[in-house]
């Protein structure tokens, strides 16, 4: 038979994985330990079902690997759900470490400091839910751990920032369901009340009590005992009150006695376990005493003198045994310890019981006597030091636990009934009584203290060894047996013997012990005390009979018993033979000596007083039947005789006032029974009835006094339920309270009634009990009961009227007391007739008197038990609502008026209180305004403010659909309709934008937000039913905002909480957002022909466009899909709208055949303005401009008429979003770039300029300038206010809004807006060194000051500064960087969308140079690659979705041909050459055909790229986009000409400026002309002649004859100009670089030689012949000492830089030939300093000069277009081999730049951007890459502010290709043989590599 699986049963469908199982086949699920899973099916050792992490796989795990536990499974809803049966407190710990999990690893990425407090916590919490799970913790443990648990989490959720939980008393999370909204705020605002105060996380947990209890319990455990002692001892440890130093300690509880022997417990281990006691009953009185000890006395039993015992003889010694009569009990010392601070430090930390802590030990100090010695402890501690002590002890003495516990012995055994300390421990009573009898407890107790005696020696040589033996005989002598206690752990004595003093003869005991006899007993007994001499002979001892003897009778003649008091008793001396020990004559003799009296020695019966000697004793009588006082027992003895004596009544009464508080209260239950049976039984007149009365209000009032005996009212209401038994009491305590309170006027018994109010609950109950008692036995007469209660509650409410001042205070407890009497009251009276007793007493107040008594007592009556019953609510509820709207109008009591509305919605809520809907149907219709208009009235600040709206929203959620209808149909006028809503919709809306409740407050919010979902449903409907005709335009707007802001409120975005918060929100409440919103469609979609007035119109807040994008933006995919509609039902209202509508009437539909507006623009124009505002502040996603593409772009479609409008549109929009989406990305992404954010503005401005949105625009060009701003760019910054100028007009005509200026608010017009951003922009241009833009400008300002507004004043000013601005151009101090330019192209789909697959033209920054630009993108941009080559990337790479940059440097096309010219200044040249150009070009070089080996220029070809940008730079942007591309290619032979004519005219403008400028610095120069002559001399020139001068080239090329002929003119015409600029560099020469100087005429003389030969002589240009003078050495002429000192200021700093290295000029690949100095290389430093040669007073300019150096060389000098491959390093042998990109190239575009960390990125980016200079020497391209300028250096040294760092290397696509380092070769100045000067270093100093993996370490000598 096959098997089948079977459901599985109930109590076996939860289960937890106890080991891993990662499943056999697809139909296992896989489990990790801990997983619990749903078991559904079950099929021998399988199991079918699914995991709880995910629900939706199911599949099979074996039985094995699953531990079933115990669960609850839930059948009511449409889904079984099964889940744990764990207690709540661990469901909780459970879902707090799983939320608390995903916050951990948050801020450990975070670094956060809460890291820790979290960790440590959850790994406390985790331990603590183990132990609750092992379900072996006893019931309070339990409760402890749940309170240290939920503190632990509520104080981190407050530290973190979480939601605040809230808890009931027992620490249980509150239910929001079954809690009113009044009592979750009061929970919340008590929590957060204790988190403010930080309690301790060692916060015990509070007792169940509320207050604590009168009496303390100390438990006593002795852990170990260290004394060494002969003989067995005992140990009697108590309290004592007083400094035993001073001789004033007193027992404060009786003696726990402990026996020990000389071998401790060795022999039974386990008695060491029971030595505990408890000592209870200590009042807190006791414990305030400032000294409070721990004291036992150690009493030897044994022999008089202590023995040595023989170890040989131990077992014959311990097997004697010595009977109690032969021993004597010796002192042998004192165990002692001060516990004044360890009581007090327990008594601020209380604890009800052990929590498991270890107990701290305490040590009591054994102070030891000797045999001689007494323990009188002031003469034994004075008598010895400490350390005497301790050297004797060894350190003896005991240890002992000591904790202190509220609460007496009782109470402490029924709370902990598990608790052992409270288990068969013996008890230590206090030497009194409790603070606290309760009827029942019954003491009897008499505790005597052996104080001191005096015995004179008689007959004796020496003092006596007296010893006292204490017996308890009745009244024939006969001893008592087992009465006396000597303490607990003890068992009763026959007799007490004393402790017996070596020869004292004044001993002083201080011996307690307790004698505990029956009542009956006690009468007629005495005590007894029989002194005897014990000898320290054995024989001697034992013949000693009792020499004298005292006794005390314990009854006093009077009836009374003992005084607590000091007794000297007489001490009879015995005459042997006349006395008998059974004799008991002597009773008939006195016992106590009288001061004044003397004794007369006298024999009676063989005793005879004793002159001499004296015995005093002490006693305290602790009973609860027998009293002390005489008054007291003379009014009990008169009531239990029934006497009818109306003059010895009222002396019982008088003295009763006598007897003290505390002894009254001792017989509280036998002084009421007396009084009651008097009253009840008296028949004389009402004045006795009168006084009794009065009497009993006397012992009422004592016993209710809650400043002394508050205690005690327990111990009344239990003697009431339980032993009162007056049954005719009432009758006579209603007549008598009944005519003093119809009597209240009268002074004389206004005090009695004051009292009586007063005890007016217990007088009632006296009342109720009386006559429950008498139904009980008869049965009859409620009727007449009734009536006369009746009498008496309308005599105290007729009270009420009375408006005399002395009867105020009476009014006043009437009202206080009056509620505590309904308890008792209407368990035999008519609720309903006392309900309108109560409301009639609170109304015949006057308004005027003790209002706020009146509402406490309306208060209290709202929590009694009458208002829980709907008849008496109907009753009482409009009294109290009348009362208080009466307060609100009047703005007084709001606390307790506040207070009663939360008690009464709080009682209502409950579900034991009946039908309550016609109580809230009141509240509402008679109170919900006056609270609303409460709460609107206050503000933020107000502390009530928080509980009036928490009474609101209890309101507002008790109130049903049928109470709201109601509510508004009681307004018949329309108006008055609409101010209540708007002030409602206000309220609302004000709490949604500025919450009352803190954020941490989740669980109030949540309530209050789904009762203003439940109140906005109200509103809408009935805003749809009477608002829409006539239309009530206002209320309709305030409802759609109050709507929205609800929905849009922070605490309703369920996507930004944790999983747990939002699945506990949904399942609660719902999507509280979607149902809102359906509730506003629903509304908008009923206003019918009134919606244009919400779609267009001049009025701003009316148009609901704005709100409405904000709700749809919210990210619920439901709510979005219902409200985007609305869209398209705006855009057709306003389409269909009215077109001729008048300007002063509000917008309409076109009716009929009016004219239709045919067009949305003001719905488009809104739109549009709001959704940029909404999407920057983070509104609005990519799936939002989805669907509103798809979903409005559908309705378009099915719409005929408005289907290209609205196309057209959405287009809009979606191109929008897509702008302000990537916008808000890059604004919110910190790793983002100034410059990337910039480029994203402008994208935006594009957009915003195409469709003509000015105002938008201008919103960001204000931002893009800001951003400028803050990056110093104050070009760019003008250039973007200027977009705004170019707005606006000349003339006076108004702004208009969208072209008003931010920074300028007041300015209405055109002119003067432009004005003020002309002068701002100036200024801006001015701090750029703009001048030629500013002068620009200040033209236009010109011609408005002198032709428009004619202002002569401005005009001078402006004049003024045009005139700096133009010397500033001319300057050439004011030294100006011609920043350079760079391509950027970037490939790939993952950079931003405006940058993907663009090309960019960048201007650079400064002095940057390609290898820090490249550095500067590459940081902006991480993870991007560098590409190697600039061929065009192919597909793949375009649609990557990774980055790649393509960057390389281009040079720029001068758009002003009229600056060209040589006759133009050159700082006017430079500017424009740099400026206003958005040309650009670069050169690639390539090989054509089969390279030549010998000779690469004969194949060398250049691909020449002219890039044209969107816009000119500089603009608003540093950069923009390329438009336009176009290449051409040059041959070899072209370019060798464009090569050759570039350098000539560098050479010809060189001359020429150094000719007309004497002050120019003679560097640049000297790097040109070297450059080319050295070049010359290696080869350069010949390079191209053997490529093309050559008869096989000319043969093979007759085309290229007239460029041939063009290379032989360019070559001989080289040779006029380097003369001509030699001749220039030698009349300036100075004496550091004349050897330089010579190298380059000998150089040139042989070129000249070499040129003239083979192509003749060329002329030199007319302008420059005179410049030319005969060459000649340096060696053989002098330098003028004028001409150096002329020079000195230039070279002194510059020099050193200048000639100690060559420019490698390398030429122009540009076509125009109209080329301009090359830059320094950047791999070539600049020295900080120029040699050993400088003095110190050069120093000092060192810096300036260096900085003037840097610009110089900078400014003249700027790097060409060529890249990497245009450059080389020049060595003479051999040639290196040329690289063109179109072929496999290894070598990078830009040195490699290794990854490094953000610490260098950042140490790196602070450092100044590094200097280098290079050389070359050649004026023909090298024979590496035929570039214009070799790259033959000359290392040098050169002056700067500080050492640069090297560039770092460009990151690379390819790390491990054959690069090819640009480096800077020495070998050039090997080539030359020139000699440095001695005081220029020869290279400069070399900085080491930055570290990194890919860096090659070089050997600096090869540098």
């Known amino acids: 038979m096959a098997m089948s699986w079977t459901p599985a049963r109930d109590r076996e469908k939860y289960g937890v994985a106890i080991y891993n199982f990662s499943g056999i086949n697809d139909s296992c699920i896989k489990l990790n330990v801990g997983d619990t899973v749903q078991i559904l099916e079950e099929l021998g050792g399988w199991y079918f079902g699914y995991a709880h992490y995910n629900k939706a796989l199911r599949g099979v795990f074996p039985k094995s690997f699953i531990q079933i536990r115990d669960c609850v499974v839930d059948k009511t809803g449409p889904v079984e759900v099964v889940t744990a049966r764990l207690p709540h407190i661990v469901q909780e710990v459970t879902a707090v470490l799983r939320e608390w999990g995903v916050l951990l690893r948050k801020l450990y990425l975070e670094r956060s400091k809460d890291f820790t407090l979290l960790r440590d916590t ?81 916060t015990r947990v509070p007792s169940v009590r509320r207050k604590p209890h009168l009496a303390w319990t100390a438990h006593v455990s002795i852990k170990n005992i260290i004394i060494k002692v002969p003989e067995p001892s005992e140990i009697s440890l108590g309290l004592y009150t007083g400094d035993p130093r001073e001789g004033r300690e007193k027992p404060l509880t009786e003696a726990f006695v402990i026996p020990w022997t000389d071998d401790g417990y060795n022999g039974h281990p386990d008695l060491l376990l029971k030595l505990q006691c408890l000592f209870t009953d200590l009042s807190t009185a006791a414990l305030d005493e400032n000294n409070l000890w721990l004291i036992g006395s150690v009493i030897r039993l044994g022999s008089m003198a202590s023995k040595e015992v023989d170890p040989r003889r131990i077992s014959s010694v311990s097997g004697k045994k010595i009977t109690s009569n032969d021993s004597m009990r010796r002192p042998f010392g004192i165990v002692m310890l001060d516990m004044t601070n360890i009581i007090k430090q327990q008594r601020s930390s209380t604890r009800s019981t052990n929590d498991g802590q270890e107990e701290a030990q305490f040590f009591a100090v054994f102070n030891p006597c000797g045999e001689k010695e007494t323990l009188d402890l002031k003469k034994l501690l004075s008598s010895r030091s400490d350390n005497a002590r301790d050297n004797r002890t060894g350190f003896q003495g005991i240890w002992f636990t000591f904790q202190l516990v509220n609460g007496d012995i009782k109470q402490l055994q029924e709370d902990n009934p598990h608790y052992v300390a409270f288990r068969d421990v013996p008890v230590c009573l206090r030497l009194g009584l409790s603070d606290v009898i309760m009827p029942g407890d019954v003491r009897n107790d008499l505790y005597i203290t052996l104080l001191s005696g005096e015995f004179s020696r008689g007959a004796k040589t020496c003092d006596r060894s007296i010893e006292v033996t204490v017996r308890i005989c009745d009244e024939r002598g006969i001893m008592i047996p087992g009465v006396i206690h000597q303490g607990c752990g003890k068992g009763p004595l026959d007799e007490y013997r004393s402790v017996t003093y070596h020869h004292e003869g004044k001993p002083r005991w201080a011996e307690t012990f307790k004698i505990a006899l029956p009542i009956e007993e006690f009468k007629k007994a005495h005590v007894k005390f029989a002194f005897r001499h014990r000898s320290t002979n054995d024989l001697k001892d034992k013949n000693e009979k009792p020499y004298a003897l005292s006794f005390v009778k314990l009854m006093q003649s009077n009836g009374t018993t003992l005084l607590n008091t000091e007794h000297e008793l007489i001490v009879y001396k015995i005459d042997g033979k006349k006395w008998t020990d059974g004799d008991y004559n002597y009773l008939s003799l006195p016992w106590q000596r009288v001061n004044g009296e003397e004794l007369v020695k006298s024999w009676n019966h063989g005793l005879a007083p004793s002159m001499k000697d004296s015995f005093t004793i002490s006693t305290i009588f602790c009973s609860t039947k027998l009293t002390q006082n005489a008054e007291l027992l003379r009014l009990l003895e008169w009531g239990w005789s029934g006497s009818q004596n109306r003059e010895t009544l009222e002396s019982c009464l008088q003295g009763l006032r006598r007897v003290p508080s505390e002894e009254l209260m001792v017989f509280l239950q036998d002084t009421l029974d007396v009084l009651l049976e008097i009253l009840m039984n008296n028949s004389t007149d009402d004045d006795s009835d009168n006084k009794v009365f009065e009497a009993l209000i006397y012992v009422i009032t004592i016993a209710t006094d ?76 409620q009727e007449e009961f009734e009536k006369s209660l009746q009498k008496l509650l309308e005599a105290m409410a007729s009270m009420m009227k009375h408006t005399l001042d002395s009867t105020l205070t009476v009014q006043a407890h009437c009202l206080k007391y009056i509620t505590t009497t309904i308890p008792d009251i209407i368990t ?55 009362h208080i709207r009466r307060l609100l109008a009047s703005n007084d009591e709001l606390d307790l008026c506040v207070k009663i509305l939360g008690d009464i919605l709080d009682v209502l809520f409950s579900k034991d209180v009946g039908d309550t809907s016609e109580d809230i149907s009141l509240l509402s219709t008679r109170l919900l305004e006056d609270i609303l208009s409460t709460v609107f009235k206050m503000t933020r600040e107000e502390p009530l403010i928080c509980k009036f709206v928490s009474v609101l929203v209890s309101l507002f959620r008790q109130m049903s659909r049928l109470h709201f209808e109601n509510f508004f149909c009681q307004f018949q006028i329309l108006e008055q309709l609409c101010n209540f809503l708007l002030e409602l919709l206000m309220v609302v809306e004000n709490l949604v934008k500025d919450p009352v409740f803190p954020a941490d407050w989740a669980e109030m919010i949540l309530l209050e937000n789904s009762v203003i979902v439940k109140v906005l449903r109200q509103c809408s409907r009935i805003i749809s039913g009477r608002m829409l005709e006539p239309f009530q335009e206002s209320v309709w707007r305030s409802f759609f905002h109050c709507a929205i802001n609800f929905i849009t409120q922070p605490s309703l975005q369920l996507e930004n909480f944790t999983q747990s918060k939002r699945n506990k929100i949904l399942h609660r409440y719902g999507d509280m957002r979607r149902e809102t919103a359906l509730e506003v469609k629903s509304l908008w979609f009923s206003l019918g022909q009134h919606k244009i007035r919400f779609v267009a119109g001049s009025d701003s807040k009316l148009c609901m466009v704005g709100p409405f994008l904000k709700m749809t933006m919210l990210p619920d995919v439901e709510l979005r899909r219902a409200t985007i509609p609305i869209f398209f039902d705006m855009m057709q209202c306003e389409f269909y709208s009215l077109r001729d509508q008048g300007k002063d009437l509000p917008p309409d539909m076109a009716r009929n055949n009016q004219k239709i507006k045919g067009k949305f623009n003001e719905f488009e124009n809104e739109m549009l303005e709001k959704l940029d505002q909404l999407v920057e502040s ?107 100028a170019n707005l606006l007009r000349w003339s006076p005509d108004p702004l208009s809004t969208a072209l008003r200026s931010p920074h300028y608010h007041t300015i209405d017009h055109h002119d003067e ?24 400008l200040c033209k236009e300002l010109v011609k408005h000051y002198e032709e428009v507004i004619i202002d002569y004043v401005k005009l001078s000013d402006l004049l003024t500064r045009m005139a700096v601005f133009y010397k500033n151009i001319m300057n050439p101090q004011n030294l100006r960087p011609e920043p350079e330019y760079f391509r950027v192209a970037y490939y790939g789909r993952g950079f931003p969308a405006f940058l993907q697959n663009k090309v960019f033209v960048y201007r650079g920054n400064g002095f940057e140079r390609l290898a820090d630009f490249t550095s500067r993108i590459l940081d902006q941009f991480p993870n991007a690659e560098l590409m190697k080559k600039l061929t065009p990337p192919s597909y793949e790479v375009k649609e990557s979705p990774q980055q790649f940059l393509q960057i390389s440097k281009v040079d720029c096309a001068m758009q002003e041909e009229r600056f060209s010219s040589a006759a133009v200044s050159e700082q006017i040249r430079s500017y424009y050459r740099a400026n206003h150009v958005k040309t650009f070009t670069y050169s690639r070089p390539f090989h054509r055909g089969q390279k030549d080996p010998t000779n690469e220029f004969a194949t060398l070809c250049i691909e020449k790229t002219t890039l044209q940008t969107s816009y000119s730079l500089p603009g608003i942007l540093r950069c923009f986009p390329v438009v336009k591309t176009k290449s051409v290619e040059l041959s070899p032979l072209e370019n060798a000409l464009e090569t050759m004519a570039t350098a000539n005219t560098e050479v010809y403008d060189l001359a020429r400026q150094y000719a007309a400028d004497s002050t120019l610095p003679l560097h640049p120069l000297t790097r040109k002309v070297s450059g080319i002559v050295d070049a010359a001399v290696m080869g350069g020139i010949s390079n191209y002649e053997k490529a093309f001068l050559t008869d096989e080239y000319i043969e093979s090329h007759p085309n290229d004859a007239d460029k041939l002929d063009s290379l032989r003119h360019l070559i001989a015409s080289q040779v006029p100009l380097l003369e001509a600029a030699l001749s220039i560099h030698a009349s300036r020469v100075t004496e550091p670089v004349a050897g330089l100087h010579d190298h380059m005429v000998t150089s040139f003389n042989k070129m000249k030689a070499q040129v003239q030969e083979k192509y003749g002589e060329a002329e030199m240009p007319e302008d420059l012949k005179i410049e030319v003078r005969p060459l000649r050495l340096q060696s053989q002429q002098s330098v003028n000492n004028d001409q150096s000192a002329r020079s000195s200021h230039l070279y002194s700093s510059h020099e050193g830089m200048s000639l100690s290295s060559s420019q490698s000029s390398l030429s122009r690949l540009s076509t125009s030939g109209k080329g301009y100095p090359g830059t320094l290389p950047r791999h070539h430093k600049i020295s900080s300093s120029i040699g050993n040669g400088s003095s110190a007073k050069s120093g000092k300019k060192e810096k300036s000069l260096s900085r003037l150096l840097r610009r110089d060389s900078f400014s003249s000098q700027r790097e060409p277009s060529t890249q990497w491959f245009d450059r080389s390093e020049s060595h003479l042998n051999p040639p290196q081999p040329i690289f063109e990109l179109t072929e496999q190239v290894t070598a990078p575009l830009t040195p490699e730049r290794p990854k490094r960390i953000d610490v260098e990125r950042d140490r790196y980016l602070s450092r100044p951007r590094s200097l280098t200079i290079s050389s070359s020497l050649s004026a023909t391209p090298s024979p590496s890459l035929g570039s214009r300028e070799s790259l033959m250096s000359t290392p040098t040294g050169s002056i700067c502010e500080e050492d640069a760092p090297p560039p770092l290397p460009v990151k690379m696509r390819d790390q491990d290709g054959d690069s090819v380092s640009l480096r800077l070769s020495a070998m050039s100045l090997h080539a030359t043989k020139f000699v440095f000067p001695s005081d220029i270093s020869p290279e400069p100093p070399e900085k080491p590599p930055r570290p990194d993996k890919n860096h090659n370490h070089e050997d600096p000598s090869h540098l």
Not at 1199 to 1228: A, C, F, P, W
């Open 706 to 781: 809650k400043n002394k005996h508050e205690a005690f009212q327990p111990v009344l209401d239990t003697y009431i339920q339980q032993n009162f038994h007056a049954t005719l009491a009432y009758n006579k305590l209603i007549h008598v309270l009944k005519y003093y309170v119809e009597e209240g006027q009268n002074t004389d018994l206004q005090e009695t009634l004051k009292k009586a109010m007063k005890c007016l609950q217990y007088v009632f109950k006296f009342i109720i009990r009386s006559r429950q008692l008498f139904v009980e036995l008869y049965g009859r007469g």
């Open 122 to 202: 959850m790994k406390e919490l985790i331990a603590l839910r183990s132990r609750i799970l092992s379900g072996q913790l006893p019931g309070d443990e339990l409760k402890q751990l749940k309170y240290r648990i939920t503190h632990g989490i509520d104080q981190v959720n407050a530290q973190l920032g979480l939601d605040l939980v809230v808890r009931d008393e027992s620490g249980n999370i509150l239910k929001h369901d079954i809690t009113s909204a009044v009592k979750l705020f009061r929970h919340h605002d008590e929590a957060a009340e204790r988190l403010r105060k930080n309690e301790s996380s060692n």
């Open 828 to 882: 035999n009276f008519d609720s309903v007739t006392m309900s309108h007793i109560l409301v009639k007493m609170i109304d015949n107040l006057d308004q005027k008197r003790i209002p706020k008594q009146k509402l406490m007592t309306v208060n209290e009556i709202v929590h009694s038990e009458l208002f829980k019953i709907p008849d008496c609510r109907r009753v009482l509820l409009p009294s109290f609502i009348n």
């Open 1313 to 1336: 807006l432009k004005e003020k951003l002309y002068e701002e922009i100036i200024s801006y241009f001015d701090k750029g060194k703009m001048w030629e833009d500013a002068l620009t």
């Open 1178 to 1284: 983070g509104h609005g996603d990519e799936h939002y401009r989805e669907v509103f593409q798809n979903m409005i772009g559908a309705l378009c479609e099915g719409h005929h008429t408005m289907q290209e409008s609205g196309h057209k549109l959405v287009h809009t929009v979606t191109r929008l979003m897509d702008r302000l989406l990537q916008y808000r990305t890059i604004m919110n992404t910190p790793d983002n770039s100034a410059e990337t954010r910039m480029s994203c503005i402008v994208n935006l401005l594009d957009f915003y300029s195409e469709i003509n949105r000015k105002e938008l625009y201008l919103r960001y060009v204000y931002k893009l300038s800001e951003l400028h701003l803050a990056c110093d760019n104050y070009t760019e910054a003008g250039y973007t206010l200027r977009q705004h």
